[in-house]
């Protein structure tokens, strides 16, 4: 016998136990899973990653109960690495027993440690109920946490996803939901013995109850969708915090030009609405660019774009929905969204035209003012590239939390001629004075005369007209980019005195 075949027996031990995790919940259960419209676990990460790149650990872990219904590894996402996890509902309903707890720590401690981004993909129940108690074990909700601000982290949720495991989906920065998920606190069975309350877990977690409160960015038709999108998402980051994110080669598309068509798109009367995402098909390189929550806070657009090739965060006011008023859920997406483009060193670009906080009694219940200032203090704290345009008006503390404030920090300010600004606008000032009607034509003549008073004191670096919008923020962000990158930091030394 040779020292080779002295291996057999234990290499197909070892073949048999990845054979029965490999298999999952078993032939059937995968079968009624595929039939649903759903993709099982391991082909949900064959399709996130590029081909043939994932290297899987923790096969074992669980024994009998296949990977202990959770796979864990590494891959490759358009060539850079990131760890993924996916739970596997076909095998004891994708539940956390304490073997796959310790892999959901250990894969975002790698995550940590690698500097690499984190994907969890979710369809499970939560704690599996054995009756055994944890003890003093670290739960991977702190490994978890310990990824926010350093690596790009992303959930999809592609079924029901209840409990301790749902949690990770509102403490990433990114969540996306299929049209079959679901996620909630507790699942329905839970929720009818607790409260009495009958419910369908759609309208309990679906996307038309996730969305509209926040818990998840965006939804995605399918499992194929949803995944493409978080491929997409992902290519607009760095690795981590370390590092910066990349940059696409120039072509066509990427070069300086004139932007003509902001004159039709934007009209001269602040009476007047328009679409905000029409400007940003416009400005920026190409109309492909990714809404971050496009069904939450709709008072705000929150947008990755590219613009030169370099990938950037916009902010911007839409004219659209309550005149551009910054609600609070506007506000609190827009401060989430500009945590995460300051992380990992995204430049954002402020669009503003907003005539201030939503005001009114139903928005002061909501928190208006808290939600305010959560955003506010997330653009002031910000040190990443800062860019403003204030394209018709900004007014009061609506203007501040689109970074329209001196002493900021911004890269460059701009503003159309004409763009109005000040506590509030004319003819608010006009009602609450009670105005006369020829003081009243003196304070709108005062606000149309604004920008150009503003700029006369350094109110903006510049006042431009709509068609050099992309070429002032392009060279703005160029230069910007060079400083940041280009020039080492300073070594200070002490003095010699002779």
């Not at 004891?92 to 940590?112: D, F, H, M, Q």
């Not at 839409?318 to 992380?343: N, R, Y």
């Amino acid at each position: 016998m040779t020292n080779a075949q002295t291996w057999d027996e234990t290499l197909d031990d070892l073949g048999r136990r990845r054979a029965l995790a490999q298999a999952m919940g078993g032939p059937e259960r995968v079968a009624k899973h595929r039939g649903k419209g759903k993709l099982d676990a391991r082909a949900r990460i064959e399709r996130l990653l590029d081909p043939g790149t994932f290297q899987e650990f923790g096969t074992l872990v669980g024994g009998e109960v296949p990977a202990d219904a959770i796979v864990t590894g590494s891959g490759l996402i358009n060539g850079s690495p990131v760890m993924v996890g996916a739970e596997d509902f076909t095998t004891l309903a994708g539940t956390i027993a304490p073997g796959s707890n310790s892999k959901r720590y250990r894969l975002a401690e790698l995550a940590v440690r690698n500097k690499v981004p984190l994907v969890m993909l979710l369809e499970g129940a939560g704690f599996r109920p054995t009756g055994a108690h944890y003890g003093r074990t670290p739960t991977d909700l702190l490994a978890q946490a310990q990824c926010s601000g350093r690596i790009p982290m992303v959930t999809g949720v592609l079924g029901p996803s209840a409990g301790h495991g749902a949690l990770i989906a509102p403490v990433s920065d990114f969540a996306i939901m299929s049209r079959q998920g679901a996620i909630f606190t507790a699942g329905p069975p839970v929720v009818k013995m607790s409260t009495g309350e009958d419910v369908t877990k759609e309208d309990l977690g679906g996307p038309n109850v996730a969305l509209p409160s926040g818990v998840v960015h965006n939804v995605g038709e399918t499992d194929e969708e949803v995944l493409d999108e978080i491929r997409r998402y992902l290519s607009y980051f760095p690795s981590s915090a370390w590092s910066y994110p990349p940059v696409y080669l120039p072509d066509d598309s990427t070069g300086a030009r004139a932007t003509p068509e902001l004159l039709n798109i934007v009209s001269r009367d602040n009476r007047s609405t328009y679409d905000m995402r029409a400007v940003l098909d416009v400005v920026f390189d190409d109309t492909d660019w990714f809404e971050v929550q496009p069904e939450f806070g709709t008072a705000i657009v929150c947008a990755l774009a590219h613009l030169g090739g370099h990938p950037v965060a916009v902010v911007a006011n839409q004219p659209e929905v309550l005149a551009g008023s910054i609600d609070s859920d506007a506000a609190d997406k827009a401060a989430h969204f500009i945590q995460v483009a300051d992380s990992f060193h995204l430049p954002i670009i402020f669009l503003a035209d907003n005539p201030g906080m939503l005001p009114g009694s139903e928005s002061e219940a909501e928190g208006v003012l808290r939600s305010g200032a959560r955003m506010f203090v997330a653009q002031t704290a910000a040190t990443t590239l800062k860019l403003h345009v204030t394209l018709r008006k900004a007014y009061g503390f609506g203007s501040m939390v689109m970074s329209l404030i001196g002493f900021d920090s911004q890269t460059a300010t701009f503003a159309y001629p004409g763009a109005t600004m000040g506590a509030m606008s004319a003819a608010a000032l006009s009602n609450a004075s009670h105005a006369r009607d020829d003081l009243a034509a003196e304070l709108q003549e005062m606000e149309l005369q604004a920008s150009y008073h503003s700029a006369e004191h350094m109110g903006f670096d510049e006042l431009i007209r709509p068609e050099e919008t992309r070429n002032a923020l392009l060279i703005s962000l160029q230069r910007g980019i060079y400083a940041r990158q280009a020039v080492p930091e300073p070594v200070y030394r002490t003095a010699i005195i002779p």
